[in-house]
């Protein structure tokens, strides 16, 4: 059976999800003439569609599993959800939005099929992957960015391009097998999501998935990411680290990125241009070059992109500087991991920390960064686990919890009637009080924020309300 066969007029296919990837998984489908049934137990979303697909709830759908050539899934159905499973146990085959997305370019149905440039790890996906579209373009690619940043991929096959850039959970990349990219790189491996994966060896595995194509690039000072390089089964094998690069790496040299893997140490851009503070931006800018390099970008593009280059919202993004004190929001370190590398990148922090860990530890955190905190303002329902990791390993740093609401909810208000925002007026006066000039108040919480934000960007747009008002 070739890729596409499960997909011939009249074949029974199930879509799992109403929302964006299930809308545009049906788009792309109808077309090609399959009965369309697409499920999901919220009965607004499903309202929400504008399609002659059959709606069923999700339990209707797991009833009738049997019925069905093909279940097309949006990634955040783990494994274990009752629907997915059963079609597993009827033996029927199950294909994420990206696989999707993978087997239709492939396929040619869009015209030639793209060169893929994948980016995932736990941390830094969107700013490596945002810093490679800026490459991409500037050395001449008609590069489309997508996936877990922008648009779906399966929504801009149409769009003319020749490479794509694209950003992918682990989620999404465990529903695509069969993906084979140009080039793909592991940033970073480190706890998160174990709850939907089951295990620590199950998510790196999944990640792991971007190195079966033609290149295979990992970052070599993180561990885990080092250790998935020499099981890949990508021909060309390359790694990028922050000292010296040996061959086949890239690294830095004399405060230059160099390339040592596709050339004999040529220097690409100062490590002063790139403009995310602190070791962590120098490590999303050479995985980048790295994919940029594999597609022939050359060394000045790739300067030009990093010096016009700007930092995404709510990922260290200054957003103000009162009485001498600067402060950044860094929402999007939702994990302990990517708030240790926030950190690093400043010498004296007043930390903002706290919300839903998922299991997460934070002692290891506390430990390497405790030199640096002059203070902490803790917030949400997991604040007591940092607190007493601080009251170990960081004894001296003072600890403020402003706000000791517990029950906020997805709308930003607990039963009380106390806001986000106005959670963050507290916190803000709190991280003030402890911080003197020359400090950094950072928000970097290291956890989720659905306890008391609906969002992470919600959570960071109430810190940068609070910072103008007090510049007020």
């Known amino acids: 059976m070739s890729d596409l066969d499960l ?86 085959p199950i294909w994420g939005d990206v696989e999707l997305a993978w087997r239709l370019d492939s396929s040619g149905r869009f015209g030639p099929p793209r060169k893929w440039l994948v980016v995932t790890g736990t941390n830094g996906k969107t700013t490596t992957t945002s810093m490679l579209h800026a490459m991409l373009v500037a050395g001449g690619h008609r590069a489309v960015l997508c996936g877990n940043i922008g648009n779906p991929v399966i929504d801009v096959l149409g769009e003319p391009s020749d490479v794509l850039a694209v950003e992918l959970s682990s989620f999404q990349l465990h529903w695509a097998p069969s ?158 991991h990517a708030a240790q590398a926030s950190i690093g990148a400043y010498p004296r922090v007043v930390w903002i920390a706290g919300g839903m860990l998922k299991g997460a530890s934070v002692d290891e955190l506390v430990a390497t960064v405790a030199n640096r905190l002059v203070g902490a303002v803790l917030i949400g329902r997991d604040r007591a686990q940092i607190a007493n990791a601080l009251s170990r390993h960081a004894p001296d740093v003072p600890v403020v919890e402003p706000v000791t609401g517990e029950d906020f909810g997805v709308h930003g208000k607990d039963e009380t009637g106390v806001t986000g925002e106005a959670v963050m007026t507290a916190v803000i006066e709190a991280a003030s009080g402890l911080a003197r000039p020359g400090d950094t108040v950072l928000l970097a919480p290291a956890g989720a924020s659905f306890d008391q934000f609906s969002g992470y960007g919600h959570r960071g747009d109430a810190f940068a309300a609070a910072v103008r008002a007090l510049s007020r």
């Not at 949006?74 to 009827?90: C, I, R």
């Not at 885990?224 to 089964?233: D, T, Y």
């Not at 931006?281 to 980048?288: I, N």
């Not at 009485?323 to 929001?329: K, Q």
């Open 179 to 336: 993906l084979r990219p140009e080039a793909g790189v592991v940033l970073n491996v480190a706890e998160d999501h174990l709850d939907w994966h089951g295990s620590m060896a199950a998510y790196a595995g999944t990640k792991a998935r971007v190195l079966q194509g033609r290149v295979a690039v990992v970052g070599l000072d993180d561990p885990v990411a080092s250790g998935l390089l020499e099981s890949a089964a990508a021909p060309v094998k390359v790694g990028f680290r922050l000292g010296e690069p040996a061959a086949g790496e890239l690294g830095v040299v004399d405060g230059m990125l160099v390339d040592n893997a596709f050339g004999e140490r040529v220097p690409l851009a100062a490590t002063a241009s790139i403009p995310v503070a602190g070791p962590v931006g120098v490590l999303d800018a050479l995985a980048a070059a790295a994919l940029a390099r594999t597609v022939g970008v050359p060394p000045a593009s790739i300067a030009d992109a990093l010096a016009g280059f700007q930092v995404g919202r709510h990922r260290a993004e200054v957003v103000g500087v009162h009485d001498g004190v600067t402060y950044v929001d860094d929402s999007k370190a939702t994990n302990p």
């Open 7 to 92: 997909l011939t007029p009249g074949a029974r296919v199930l879509v799992t999800g109403a929302g964006i990837t299930g809308r545009s998984v049906s788009a792309v489908l109808e077309p090609t003439g399959v009965r369309l049934t697409i499920c999901d137990d919220d009965p607004l979303a499903l309202q929400r569609l504008i399609t002659p697909a059959s709606v069923v709830t999700v339990a209707e759908a797991q009833a009738t599993i049997a019925d069905y050539a093909l279940v097309v899934t949006s990634p955040g159905f783990p494994p274990t959800a009752p629907v997915l499973a059963a079609a597993a146990d009827a033996g029927v």
